[in-house]
T-cell receptor
């Protein structure tokens, strides 16, 4: 009964490189969310996806960030040309397709940009 | 503009006593509230939730109270145990169709002393 699986747990990238973060939702969950926690801050919503669809990306930076949740495979959060300010913990969460379904979070990917 | 506020950064309680964590919100459109617990290097763990049609919800040692007129919610943990020591986040959302887009507070660090 696996929970939300994220990998890698830690990712180090140099400025200008690309970062790819992967997330497999809990079994039976069809809704995926990405959140970011910057140092000394709370979690901030980035994007909400269902299979093959972006439902709400109002929290995503306008440039360099993209997300997908393909029909097969995990959800991917992609950050192009990373900068030091992208260093943060990125959490994926999933929920069931029903009203009032709470989010269940993965253990996050800690991205460090050097 | 912090829509969800946890004004106490930290709280220390003796084992066996009650822990009360508080949370205030400003957006009257919020209709679903959740509490999460977070250990270092792990993702948030869902504890308990409440919808705006209720004013109290209980689950074992955890009870959440909602005061809509005051835009205030609280989490009571009775009795507190050393394993409860963690950071606690309250979160809120509006619109039951997308209850996964949560606004988080900054968190309160709870320390339960043996």
């Amino acid at each position: 009964n696996a929970g939300v699986m994220q990998n890698p747990r830690h990712l180090v990238r140099r400025r200008g490189q690309e970062a790819r973060l992967r997330c497999s939702p809990m079994k039976g969950h069809s809704h995926v969310y990405w959140y970011r926690q910057l140092p000394e801050e709370g979690l901030k919503f980035m994007v909400y996806l269902q299979k093959e669809n972006i439902i709400d990306e109002s929290g995503m930076p306008k440039e360099r960030f993209s997300a997908e949740f393909p029909k097969e495979g995990p959800s991917i959060l992609r950050i192009q040309q990373v900068v030091r300010g992208d260093s943060a913990a990125y959490f994926c969460a999933s929920s069931q397709d029903r009203e009032w379904s709470p989010l269940h979070f993965g253990n996050g990917t800690r991205l460090t940009v050097t | 503009d912090q829509q969800v506020k946890q004004n106490s950064p930290s709280l220390s309680v003796q084992e066996g006593r009650i822990s009360i964590l508080n949370c205030d919100y400003t957006n009257s459109m919020f209709d679903y509230f959740l509490w999460y617990k977070k250990y270092p290097a792990e993702g948030p763990t869902f504890l308990i939730s409440i919808s705006s049609i209720k004013d109290k919800n209980e689950d074992g040692r955890f009870t959440v109270f909602l005061n809509k007129s005051a835009k205030h919610l609280s989490l009571h943990i009775v009795p507190s145990q050393p394993g409860d020591s963690a950071v606690y986040f309250c979160a809120a959302s509006s619109g039951s169709s997308n209850t996964g887009k949560l606004i988080f507070g900054q968190g309160t660090t709870l320390q339960v002393k043996p």
